[in-house]
């Protein structure tokens, strides 16, 4: 194949992407936004799945690799009652087969198996226009463009290729998140790092609730699950991190201060993430010379699998590509057919599962779903 592949975003999509076509000898150049590859901190932890995420870095060649940043003993879960009592604690016992790592190590790993210069740092996309004939112009923020014969967006919810396939826009799905971490937990915060235990904690209720993630070096990372408007969000000032803190945990009166701990004593600033969806069965009509993966393409209600999706689309468009080197549209038209179902299925669970954490059946109907039994009325 000699057709250029430009990718739009260096996430774990766009450069799972740029990893196979790399060993298929397809050339490829990603621009991302961000002025260098530690412009800031990439989120925390991420279960990498089997059916998704590990065949995604078999294909990129990468799966020892992978292997060597597993945290073990991360796999196990705990849910508590809002009162603190302990309602699921699963010990890791090797046998879940979605091991955890930390999202920043994985994209380190994905940008070391890359030839120097494949990533374009510090290039904003400020507009993209068809040219005729599959060729597209990416126009950039500080002026400059660049023509392709295959443009890949790989650029997230607010992706700047999307409207050139479709129309569609994210809305809010009614809630968002608040994040921030506790250090050196089991010295300086030892109750919340025993609520917490060994991997991850949910602690839920109807609309609301803590998840909590043990990383590296007694580092707890925290979500703040909120269902409220934006407006609701929107009259509190993050900028204050003091007075953010007090008002969102207040929203917990009443819940074990070892779970209110997870918020009002936060060893970094609350940073608010509001969290948006594009229609369940987002598709578009084949345009010649384009195409969309990951988030950009089926952005969902948070489920664990966003991460593991978008490095399965790289994966897999990387795989069509190679399979028909002389064919640009039949392999786009290969990958999206299949793209489309798979993202939607997912995209239906995540609703489920959503459903389960935060419905009004919660934390009872998450302990339903991890113990696999359905409670008596």
């Keep these: 194949m000699t057709t250029h592949v ?22 490829a150049t990603v621009y991302e936004a961000e002025v260098s590859p530690t412009a800031r ?24 690799e992978f292997r060597g940043l597993v945290l073990e003993g991360r796999q196990a879960i705990r849910v508590l009652d809002p009162d603190g009592t302990v309602l699921v604690d699963h010990a890791d016992d090797g046998t879940r087969g979605n091991p955890e790592v930390l999202r920043g190590e994985l994209r380190q790993m994905l940008l070391d198996s890359l030839p120097a210069g494949t990533v374009r740092w ?71 790092a025993k609520a917490v235990g060994s991997g991850s904690l949910f602690a839920v209720a109807p609309g609301k609730g803590f998840l909590a993630h043990r990383e590296r070096a007694g580092t707890l990372h925290v979500y703040v699950m909120l269902a409220r408007p934006r407006d609701w969000f929107a009259a509190i000032d993050f900028a204050d991190s003091a007075a953010a803190t007090v008002r969102i945990a207040q929203e917990f009166d009443g819940w074990a201060p070892e779970l209110t701990a997870l918020i009002a ?36 209600l948070p489920n664990g699998e966003g991460a593991n999706l978008a490095m399965y689309d790289g994966a897999e468009l990387g795989r069509a590509l190679a ?14 057919q299949a793209m489309f179902p798979r993202s939607a299925a997912a995209a239906a669970e995540g609703i489920q599962v959503h459903e389960m954490f935060y419905g009004a059946g919660a ?11 359905e409670r008596t009325p």
């Design 265 to 300: 004593d936060g060893d970094a600033a609350p940073v608010l993430r509001s969290l948006y969806a594009l229609p369940i069965e987002h598709r578009w009509e084949r345009q010649p010379g384009v195409t969309l993966l990951g988030d950009a393409a089926h952005l969902s």
């Design 323 to 336: 399979a028909h080197p002389e064919d640009v549209e039949a392999a786009l038209t290969e990958y999206e």
């Design 41 to 64: 901190t990439q989120g925390g932890m991420l279960d990498i799945h089997e059916g998704s995420g590990q065949p995604a870095l078999r294909a990129a060649g990468l799966i020892d």
């Design 122 to 192: 510090g290039h904003k996309v400020s507009g993209t226009r068809a040219l005729g004939a599959g060729r597209h112009e990416v126009t950039f923020a500080d002026g400059s463009t660049v023509s392709t014969g295959l443009l890949v967006g790989a650029d997230g919810a607010w992706s700047r290729v999307r409207p050139l396939l479709s129309r569609a826009a994210p809305e809010y799905i009614g809630m968002s998140y608040v994040e921030t971490c506790l250090f050196d937990a089991d010295t300086r915060h030892p109750a919340s």
């Design 6 to 27: 430009t990718i739009i975003g260096a996430g774990l999509g766009g450069l799972t992407l740029a990893r196979v076509l790399h060993l298929h000898g397809i050339p």
């Design 363 to 373: 934390p009872h109907s998450l302990v339903d779903m991890l113990t696999g039994h």
